[in-house]
C-alpha cells in the first residue's frame, strides 16, 4: 500500500513541477506582468499629473515633466514658466489618488498602452476649505526603457 501511494506522489509531483515551468514560462504571464507594470506606472503618472503645491511649483513641474515623454513632454516644457505663474498666482494646492483604473489596450512590441483611470483631486485654494472632485482620465502611455510614462492625457467627459 505505502509503494502505491509512493507512486501516486511521485506522478503527482511530476505532474505538478511540469504544470508550473510551463506556466511560468508562458507568455501571458509575461503579458500579465507588463501589463500590471503599466497600470501601475501610469497610475502613479496620473497622480503626479494631478498634484501640484503652489508653494513647491518646481519640484511638482519637474514631475510633469519626469513623468511625461514625447510632444506631451515638449510641451510641458514649452509652458513651464506659464503653468508656474497661473498657480502661483491662484495660490492653489492639488492632490490627487486613483479611485480605480485599468489598461484597455496593450502593445508590448510597440511599447504602447492605453489606460483609463478614475481620479479624485483634492483642491486647496489658500484662505478656502478644501474642495474634492472626481475626474475620468485616458492616458497613452509608451515605455521609455523601463519604464511608461504618460504621451498623452485627457479627461473623458461624463455622461
Given at each position: 500500500m505505502?509503494?502505491v501511494l ?6 503527482c ?12 514560462n508562458n507568455?501571458?504571464?509575461a ?10 506606472q501610469?497610475q502613479?503618472?496620473i497622480v503626479?499629473?494631478?498634484s501640484?503645491?503652489h ?11 519626469d513623468?511625461?515623454?514625447g510632444?506631451?513632454?515638449?510641451e510641458?516644457?514649452?509652458?513651464r514658466?506659464d503653468y508656474?505663474?497661473?498657480?502661483q498666482?491662484?495660490k492653489s494646492s492639488t492632490t490627487?489618488?486613483?479611485l480605480d483604473a ?6 508590448e512590441n510597440a ?7 478614475v481620479?479624485?483631486?483634492?483642491v486647496?485654494?489658500?484662505?478656502q476649505?478644501?474642495a ?5 482620465y ?11 510614462k504618460?504621451s498623452?492625457?485627457g479627461t473623458?467627459p461624463v455622461?
Open positions: 505505502s509503494l509512493f507512486v501516486v506522489s511521485l506522478v509531483a511530476l505532474v505538478l513541477g511540469v504544470l508550473w515551468v510551463l506556466a511560468i507568455s501571458s504571464v503579458y500579465a506582468g507588463t501589463r500590471d507594470e503599466a497600470l501601475q501610469g502613479e503618472a503626479n499629473f494631478n501640484l503645491d508653494k513647491d511649483i518646481d519640484r511638482g513641474l519637474q514631475r510633469w515633466e513623468n511625461s515623454t510632444a506631451l513632454r515638449d510641458v516644457r514649452k509652458g514658466k508656474a505663474t497661473r498657480i498666482q491662484a490627487a489618488r486613483v485599468g489598461i484597455v489596450e496593450l502593445d511599447g504602447k498602452a492605453r489606460m483609463i483611470a481620479v479624485q483631486i483634492t486647496t485654494v489658500e484662505g476649505p478644501p474634492n472632485k472626481q475626474d475620468r485616458q492616458a497613452e502611455l509608451t515605455r521609455e526603457g523601463d519604464v511608461w504618460i498623452g492625457l473623458v455622461g
